[in-house]
């Protein structure tokens, strides 16, 4: 089965300049969730959908950033104007809700290194 | 609010030692889930284990094995006859009521196994 796929793997970018990262959920999986890794904050949540609704986008950090999920298979992650501080790398992460022993576990993607000059 | 702690920074051992990865978590939830990950040097995220408040009793997977204590609220990793393969950072992580909902995670303990 294939995993949760993040595209771009790597970016590099300047100051100023728009982001989006992108992320296609397991199949079948009802739940997308958007985390940051940095070395000083470490993993954090950003925002999480269910059903392709944003249920908590508490973990957003300002305005610039915005994410979306228009159907069920795609959903992205767009930051503009970029920053330095922006500099992490993201992951996209899915579950479901449905009963057995893999339900109610997140799934991540292999990431995204986001570098802004 | 939850929170998640991995005391331990890093930890190095020779191959073939054992070696356990302490966690102690927080949390006003009688409901909770627990959980490990694995991210080695490639940088991804591998689950390992997901343990249910409700569930105390510890878990082997091969050299792998968990215990869960709610009365000291940890759930601590052993690793038993470790190999190079090993090397990584391991997550400790919590989710409040269900595990589709925010992970808080902990620092992380880097896991170094030398040959």
């Known amino acids: 089965d294939a995993g949760v796929i993040q595209s771009p793997r790597h970016e590099v970018t300047e100051m100023g300049q728009e982001v989006t990262l992108r992320c296609k959920p397991i199949?079948?999986?009802?739940?997308l969730f958007w985390y940051r890794q940095t070395m000083m904050r470490g993993l954090e949540l950003l925002i999480y959908?269910?059903?392709?609704?944003?249920?908590?986008d508490s973990g957003m950090p300002e305005d610039r950033f915005s994410a979306k999920m228009p159907n069920a298979s795609f959903s992205t992650l767009k930051i503009q104007p970029s920053e330095p501080r922006d500099s992490a790398v993201y992951f996209c992460a899915s579950s479901y809700t449905s009963g057995g022993a893999k339900a109610d576990t997140q799934y991540f993607g292999p990431g995204t290194r986001l570098t802004v000059l | 609010a939850q929170k998640v702690t991995q005391a331990q920074t890093e930890i190095s051992v020779v191959e073939k030692e054992d070696v356990t990865l302490d966690c102690v978590y927080e949390?006003?939830?009688?409901?909770?889930?627990l959980f490990w990950y694995k991210q080695p040097p490639s940088g991804e995220l591998v689950f390992l284990i997901r343990?249910?408040?409700?569930?105390?009793q510890n878990e082997i997977s091969g050299r792998y094995s968990w215990n869960f204590q709610k009365s000291t609220s940890s759930f601590n990793f052993t690793i038993t006859a470790s190999q190079v393969v090993d090397s990584a950072v391991y997550f400790c992580a919590q989710t409040p009521r269900f595990g589709n909902e925010k992970l808080t995670f902990g620092t992380g303990t880097r896991l170094t196994i030398i040959p």
């Open positions: 959908f269910n059903n392709n609704v944003p249920i908590d």
């Open positions: 343990r249910n408040s409700f569930d105390e």
């Open positions: 199949s079948g999986h009802d739940y």
């Open positions: 949390t006003r939830d009688t409901t909770y889930y």
